[in-house]
Nanobody, 129 residues
Framework: HVQLVESGGGSVQAGGSLNLSCSVSGQTDRSRTMAWFRQAPGKEREGIASISRSSFRIQYSDSAKGRFAISHDSTENTLYLQMNNLQPEDTAMYYC??????????????????????WGQGTQVTVSS
């Protein structure tokens, strides 16, 4: 199994920044592609960024492009999400996720929650106007 633990969430004002972290432990060889998702109350879980640990390919949702940056430190086994210019609509629980299987295949989009096998418990981000 793979264990994921998120941290770094909090409350900020609009225009502020946060840097989320996701510590990976356990069978890390099962962590081939990693991603960040978020879920606001009453909404579906949304994929916002992913990174491949083998090809280093990075992908973002339209809502994340230009404001968020995903990165991975292999020596620390930690996934990051730098979030800048946060807005109230970014308020959500943020989750990291990983899978050992290939993504971007039919039925396995990088942004689909069902693509990933392991999930953290989430960290809350609240942005006030």
């Amino acid at each position: 199994h793979v264990q994921l633990v998120e941290s770094g969430g909090g409350s900020v004002q609009a225009g502020g920044s946060l840097n989320l972290s996701c510590s990976v432990s356990g069978q890390t060889d099962r962590s081939r592609t990693m991603a960040w998702f978020r879920q606001a109350p009453g909404k579906e879980r949304e994929g916002i960024a992913s990174i491949s640990r083998s090809s280093f390919r990075i992908q973002y949702s339209d809502s994340a492009k230009g404001r968020f940056a995903i990165s991975h430190d292999s020596t620390e086994n930690t996934l990051y999400l730098q979030m800048n210019n946060l807005q109230p609509e970014d308020t959500a629980m943020y989750y990291c996720a990983t899978t050992r299987r290939a993504v971007d295949l039919p039925g396995r989009p990088w942004s689909g929650a069902g693509t990933y096998d392991y999930w953290g418990q989430g960290t809350q981000v609240t942005v006030s106007s």
